[in-house]
């Protein structure tokens, strides 16, 4: 019995140094079609539409208490819609493919909301969509930068492969914008796994914003109007 034991023993050490020592080699694009896999495939890469309603505790370190806000995105291809109603200042914020319009009156714009984030992997393998490693070796994950030139730092969950965060940045009027994003629950869409409850964290240099989200309905591949990619 001792021989038998001793046996599968080594057998598990094997197996376990050839699996720690394939994930430590791994490639850049390697890890990311892992993890592309994983949201969906090629249903992730097929999503036509996605629709994601919710709200949010919003604070600020100007500020002493949470604001509760209501949120909406809406993604048809390139196109896209963003709606934050808050009891302050509302904002819409499109892009109909040419043109981003904002409802904010002193020209004030999100960057691309298509180009941050999970919407940048699921254009894994397009033309001018380019993955390499991340600059620290110990994090395990990824990047991704559009022909544009914006980027997103993706680190993975070992487990599942499921993205569990990342880091991006930014200029919005001329000043430099950091966000990072902790995704604590997922929610699985016919075999497409999408954020239902993250935290999200803009540092604008002199302050910084948390807002934490909460996903109530998330829609995939439902008929979208094309007049909902023009500010009204």
């Known amino acids: 019995m001792r021989k038998y034991m001793k046996k599968v023993i080594t057998v598990l050490f094997v197996l376990l140094f050839a699996v720690t020592g394939f994930s430590r080699e791994m490639s850049a694009d390697d890890l990311a079609e892992a993890v592309f896999a994983a ?38 291809g390139d196109r896209y819609r963003l709606e934050i ?4 200042q509302p904002l819409k914020q499109v892009f109909d493919g040419e043109r981003t319009e904002s409802s904010v009156k002193n020209g004030f714009t999100f960057p691309p909301i298509n180009r941050l984030g999970l919407p940048l992997l699921q254009r894994l393998g397009e033309e001018g969509f380019v993955v390499s490693a991340l600059s620290d070796k110990k994090k395990n994950g990824f990047r991704i930068t559009s022909p544009e030139g914006y980027f997103t730092d993706f680190y993975i969950n070992s487990k599942t492969n499921l993205i569990k965060g990342y880091d991006a940045s930014y200029v919005v009027n001329n000043q430099n914008v ?4 902790e995704i604590g629950k997922y929610e699985d869409k016919d075999g497409i796994f999408l954020p239902k409850k993250y935290d999200q964290r803009f540092d604008l240099g002199q302050m910084t914003v948390y807002a934490a989200f909460n996903a109530k309905e998330i829609l995939v591949n439902t008929e979208i109007d094309d007049a909902i990619f023009k500010l009204n």
């Open 39 to 76: 949201h969906g495939g090629t249903k992730f890469r097929e999503m036509k539409t996605l629709v994601v309603r919710g709200n949010a505790d919003v604070t600020a370190s100007v500020m002493n208490q949470a604001i509760p806000v209501t949120f909406v995105t809406i993604f048809s």
């Open 85 to 88: 109603d808050n009891p302050f």
């Open 178 to 181: 950091t966000t990072t994003v």
